[in-house]
């Protein structure tokens, strides 16, 4: 299928020129003028706001409109004001506003408006220095005018602008035209040329011309290249009336994407195109599969491949214009007659532009390259190569003019090469031709990358001493063949960061490994093949009690030539060593990786050649050369981890993994985890069984638990609430912690190590022998794990530890670390059939639980359960002791009153002294056993029988004690003989306890007392008693004095408010009768007998009643300058108060309150001569003498104050 079945090729105006537009003008109908109207490009929003902005301000009738079109060159000025000449003549019959509005449907409410006459004026056709702008637009005028057929235009130009156009306008209408419309093109070019005074007066026309528009039917475009402040020679004046004149709309660059899809490209059979591209797209992904654009793009830009496009905006972007040459090229490079499932390359636009480069001074050097490259091709590529490589070449030089650094995935994604390669073969080859170029042809720079194939080419045109660097190295290679051991040890030396510190390692170095959350020290090294029974007996050595190292790995360096013999090597070491050695084979480079390190071993070689420094040319090479080293040692550092990652573990116990899956993380360390993970359950197989579940096995942690385990009593074997954390992920793993109830609680171990510590000890051991042996056994304990199963097992008496000076340790007793407070360790002791048989009646008796068959953990529960009774018998017998002392301070009791309490408690506490609060179980079970439970039944038994009477009686007697003895009872002589009879009971000590008649006599007595004070108390608090107060507090005078209280000038009723509280708060608020046991009411404290006095009312209200009265004789005093002279100034109500309480509430507003305390406030009197005034001011001539005259008269040097009164005496 051809492309010509496909699309089509529409033309596109490389440049429009005057003529140009002119010509489309004189024949609006042709093919040309519908290619050049529908072709206009309008994607971006500057372009589109233009647009739209300049029809629809022809689409108005009344007035016009200015308006700059910006833009750089080759943004489409020149287009758009060919296209407004055409569309500016109106709806005529030629067709021109249909074809636009059908291509461009979004303008189309704009068109059809009437005709108009337009000047289309290409001002490069013009000689600035002979011709201004008015001159030029009254010529073109008038040639279109002619053009048009028009009779000959008779306008007298008579000096004024208004008027000449004035009589245009006339014209125009007389022809049935509706306008004028005038696009003024290469106008910045044309201002530019021009000299300063002429300049300023094509200012001054442009100013009328844009101001006129608001006045009449014309419209001015023009084109500039930039803005018009960018033209020099404008007086700052003119440039601003100019620019407010014109509307500016700037222009931008068009698409390149957009005007292939949408203008140059016409497409004949779109299901077909769409078949076309999936095919197409599907292909190219399946040979390149790290292409960096998707299947939209690459149906867009059809013909043409993607990074054509790219490549071809940039090119154009930075020497030539980017419209236009890209257009043309776009048209030209397409042949319909090729096949359509082939896309044109990026290389094909270095052979159109090679000619146009020879016009550029900057591009010149690159034709000198391409020619240099293309007269050596044979020496730079294979024959089956050269095609390629001739793009290749290409392509690198046209990224060079873009100023872009391609990676060999850009340029085989670009030039799609390599498409008969699986996986990154293309990327391979690429890369393959790039270095060829760079290594043979010359005048490329490379910029490494994280890898081969992000690496970035680009072309040098100074590379002189690269090139001596390049050949220096050349000589060198041929002294260097790929099996050298050189290259290896240069490849180990470049493996110098976090990632694969290789160039660290020739001598034996340790790391800490986590594994499953637990530290593991393992021995790394780089192993060569020499000295393999020394190698051999390092790895023994890691197996022997005490090695600090658990394994060792030995790392076959990359690149190495010499044989990898695994099986010679692991022969050497006994069976029971062979899973701590592990070798990392790495896998064979591939020959670019092989000759990547030979060139950087060969440039660090030459780099050492001692003649160089002899001369300036070999130190700047040398200088050249260590500046190139970082980078080439950091892709030789990459090679070798790939080959390291790529390689294989081989294990002495058998196992063999591919290092490719292993789960590897951003370091040597992670790295080195990685391979733990696959390595350690080889040595401890059943140390994940036991294994933390989280980073907390340190010794600081280890030795809390330790504590915890060794010092929390045997009643609450339960871990501290801030040690859960501890006990779950330590200690559930090795069985010293379980749960029960919601809590963490203490247990002696897994069964399987405890039976195997217990085998170990056998008739004793030493704790450090204990510790190095499980640490290298299968379980793998590390030291802090041997401590906490240690500390467990004590606890339950499966073992005992011993000092140096052999004598048993109690638990509790036992400091930290054990290595150093324990020296020697034994299975622990149990008891005889006879004491188990006594121990097991004792508890049935005693704790109330049944006794199983003995063992250690039977045993253990015993212990707790007799530490668990001790303490509670402990704290009952305090609790017991402490309230009959209570009950003795509170009754005045004798403590020889209590006898048989006082000897319950000394054989109590002789009980608790027998048996041991914490300790071993043996050790607690030894005691009990001695004891005889005849020896304390009945004082026990007494015991629980006093102490039930004091839990339900000790706050009854408190309570009936504190009434009879309380300070303020007054006891009626009806209830004195039943208070006697009632203390006389109390006095009886512990009988007092179990004496049931007292208790009811005292609830009698406190009954009946209750019963005749709450009488008493309700007689003397009688609500009728303050009746009188609560209707002075609410009457007329109170309120009316409350109010006048805010005076501050004058004081009436004094604190009344106060003492009416004081006898109203005299009433008790408890309604209710006292609770038997009460003595006084709690509320008011009112005792049995007492009276309460309560004030007559009346007394204060007649006070109240004086102070009103008072109040009345001030404001009827009639005096000068008295209080009632002051109120009738201000005219107030008060004077008509006629002196009831009643009536003045209401009189007693804000305003009338702040009018009495200022009448009430003091003041001076005094009095001035109004003749002695008059004489004064008599005397005064000017203004200022006035008023010193007036002042001096009204102040008479008495001070006074703005509330003075002054009286005029004459």
């Known amino acids: 299928m051809k492309l010509q079945d496909l699309i089509s090729l529409a033309s596109f105006p490389a440049v429009v020129s005057g003529q140009g537009v002119a010509a489309l003008r004189e024949n609006p109908a042709s093919n040309a003028a519908h290619d050049f109207l529908s072709g206009y490009l309008n994607f971006d929003l500057p372009s589109q706001h233009a647009l739209h902005a300049t029809l629809s301000s022809l689409s108005q009738t009344r007035n016009g409109g200015a308006f700059w079109l910006s833009g750089v060159f080759g943004s489409g000025k020149s287009h758009l004001l060919g296209v407004l000449s055409l569309l500016g003549e109106g709806e005529n019959g030629h067709g021109a506003h249909q074809i636009f509005a059908e291509s461009h449907p979004d303008c189309a409410r704009y068109l059809g408006f009437e005709p108009r006459l337009t000047l289309h004026i290409s001002l490069d056709e013009f000689d600035a220095s002979k011709l201004g702008l008015e001159a030029i637009f009254w010529r073109e005028l008038e040639r279109e005018w002619t053009r048009r057929g028009f009779q000959s235009l008779q ?70 290249q930039k803005t018009i402040d960018d033209i020099s020679g404008l007086e700052n004046y003119s440039l601003s009336q100019v620019r407010d004149r014109f509307t500016l709309l700037p222009l931008s660059l068009a698409n390149l994407s957009a005007l292939v899809q949408k203008r140059l490209i016409r497409v004949l059979d ?13 292909k190219l992904q399946t040979a390149l599969p790290r292409l960096d654009f998707g299947i939209e793009e690459w149906r867009a830009s059809f013909p043409f491949h993607p990074a054509t496009l790219r490549l071809l905006e940039a090119v154009t972007g930075r020497f030539f214009s980017r419209t236009r040459s890209a257009a043309l090229f776009c048209t030209r490079a397409v042949d319909l007659g090729r096949e359509a499932e082939t896309r044109i390359a990026p290389d094909a636009i270095w052979d159109y532009f090679w000619g146009e480069l020879e016009a550029h001074p900057d591009l010149r050097p690159l034709q000198t390259v391409f020619r240099a490259w293309d007269e050596n091709l044979d020496s730079i590529f294979d024959a089956k190569d050269q095609k390629s490589g001739r793009r290749v070449l290409k392509m690198l030089l046209l990224c060079k003019i873009a100023g872009q650094s391609p990676t060999p995935i850009q340029v085989a994604n670009a030039l799609d090469l390599g498409r008969d390669l699986a996986g990154d073969g293309a990327y391979d080859y690429a890369r393959f031709l790039l270095e060829r170029a760079r290594s043979r042809g010359g005048y490329l720079a490379l910029e490494r990358g994280e890898s081969p194939l992000a690496s970035r080419y680009t072309v040098d045109l100074g590379r002189r001493l690269s090139e001596m660097a390049r050949r220096q190295i050349s000589a060198t290679l041929e002294t260097l063949p790929a099996g050298d051991a050189r290259i290896a040890a240069h490849a180990q030396s470049c493996c110098h960061d976090d990632a694969l510190p290789l160039g660290g390692l020739s001598a034996p170095r340790s790391f800490d490994v986590f594994w499953n959350h637990a530290p593991r020290r393992l021995s790394v090294e780089v192993w060569d093949g020499l000295a393999p029974q020394t190698l051999a007996n390092r790895a023994a050595q890691t197996r022997e009690y005490g090695a600090p190292d658990d394994a060792t790995l030995a790392i076959w360096p990359p690149f190495s030539s010499r044989d990898f013999d695994a099986p010679s090597l692991f022969a050497l070491l006994p069976d029971s060593a062979r899973a701590a050695l592990w070798l990392w084979k790495p896998r064979l ?7 990547t390190a030979r060139e950087a071993a060969a440039a660090h070689l030459a780099a050492r050649d001692a003649s160089l420094a002899d001369n300036r040319r070999g130190r700047a090479l040398l200088e050249h050369l260590q500046k190139e080293a970082p980078a080439q040692d950091a892709q030789v550092a990459r090679i070798a981890l790939r080959l390291l990652l790529e390689g294989e573990i081989l294990l002495g116990s058998g196992a063999v993994l591919e290092a490719s899956e292993l789960a590897r993380g951003d370091n040597f360390s992670a790295l080195l985890e990685a391979v733990g993970d696959f390595g350690w359950p080889q040595i401890f197989s059943k140390f994940v069984e036991i294994a933390p579940r989280a980073r907390l096995l340190t010794a600081s942690n280890a030795d809390s638990l330790c504590l915890e385990i060794l010092r929390r009593p045997a009643s609450e074997p339960f871990f501290a609430p801030s040690m859960e954390r501890l006990a ?58 041997t401590a906490v199963v240690t500390c467990a097992l004590l606890r339950s008496g499966e073992i005992a530890a011993f000092d140096t000076k052999n004598e048993e340790l109690r638990p509790e007793t036992i400091g930290l670390p054990l290595r150093r407070a324990v020296h020697f360790l034994r299975p622990g002791r149990q008891l005889t059939s006879e004491e188990w048989t006594k121990i097991a009646l004792l508890t049935r008796d005693l704790c109330g639980i049944a006794v199983g068959a003995p063992s250690f953990g039977e045993a253990s529960r015993v212990a707790r359960a007799f530490a668990q009774w001790r303490e509670t018998l402990a704290q009952s017998a ?33 009980l608790l002294d027998a048996i041991p609060a914490r300790g071993a179980a043996f050790e607690t079970l030894s005691r009990v056993a001695s004891l005889s439970s005849a020896d304390f039944r009945d004082e026990l038994a007494f015991f629980r029988r006093i102490e039930a009477a004091l839990e339900a009686q000790t706050a009854p007697l408190l309570s009936l004690g504190a009434l009879l003895n309380h300070a303020d009872l007054v006891v009626p002589p009806d209830l004195s003989a039943a208070r006697a009879e009632v203390l006389e009971r109390l006095s009886a000590g512990e009988n007092s306890l179990f004496d049931l008649d007292l208790f009811a006599q005292g609830a009698a007595f406190a009954q009946n007392y209750a019963l005749q004070s709450g009488e008493w108390h309700r007689a003397q608090n009688e609500a009728a008693r303050w009746n009188g107060w609560k209707r002075l507090a609410q009457s007329d005078a109170a309120r009316a004095l409350e109010r006048l209280e805010g005076l501050q000038n004058r004081r009436f009723g004094g604190d009344f408010r106060a003492q009416i509280e004081i006898e109203l708060g005299k009433r008790c608020p408890r309604e209710s009768a006292l609770a038997p046991g009460e003595a006084v009411c709690s509320s008011c404290g009112l005792r049995l007998g007492e009276r309460l006095v309560v004030r007559d009312a009346r007394e204060m209200d007649a006070a109240l009643q004086a102070e009103i009265e008072t109040l009345h004789r001030l404001l009827g005093e009639n005096s000068d300058r008295g209080l009632r002279h002051f109120l ?29 305390d200022e009448a009430f406030a003091p003041r001076r009197r005094v009095s001035r001569s109004g003749a002695a005034l008059l004489l004064s001011l008599q005397l005064c001539g000017t203004r200022a003498e006035i008023e010193t005259a007036f002042t001096e008269w009204l102040d008479n040097h008495e001070n006074l104050n703005p509330h003075d009164e002054i009286e005029i005496s004459d």
């Open 878 to 910: 305090d609790l017991a002791r402490a309230r009959a002392a209570q009950l003795r301070r509170a009754l005045n009791q004798p403590a020889e009153s209590w006898p048989q309490l006082e000897a319950a408690s000394q054989k109590i506490g002789a």
């Open 270 to 282: 779109d299901l077909q195109l769409e078949t076309v591209v999936a095919q197409t797209f599907e």
């Open 155 to 224: 306008i007298e130009r008579s000096g004024s602008h208004i008027e000449d156009f004035a009589a245009l306008q006339s014209a125009l209408e007389r022809q049935n035209l509706g306008g004028l419309v005038v696009c003024f093109d290469e106008l910045s070019l044309f201002l530019a040329a021009r000299e300063h005074g002429p300049l300023q007066g094509d200012a001054a026309y442009l100013q009328f011309l844009g101001a006129h528009t608001s006045r009449a039917p014309l419209w001015i475009f023009c084109a500039l």
């Open 589 to 595: 480079p591939a020959r670019d990786e092989l000759e």
């Open 728 to 785: 779950r992920h330590i200690g559930e793993p090795l069985g010293v912690s379980k749960t029960s109830a919601g809590r963490w609680k203490i247990a002696a171990g897994r069964s399987e190590i405890c039976a195997e510590i217990r085998d170990f000890l056998g008739d004793g051991a030493t704790y450090a022998a204990l510790e190095a042996h499980f640490a290298k056994s299968k379980w793998g304990l590390k030291s802090e794990q």
């Open 1128 to 1156: 009738l100034r201000h005219n107030s109500p008060l004077l008509d108060w006629d002196g009831a309480a009643s009536t003045l509430l209401p009189l007693l507003s804000g305003a009338q309150l702040r009018v009495l």
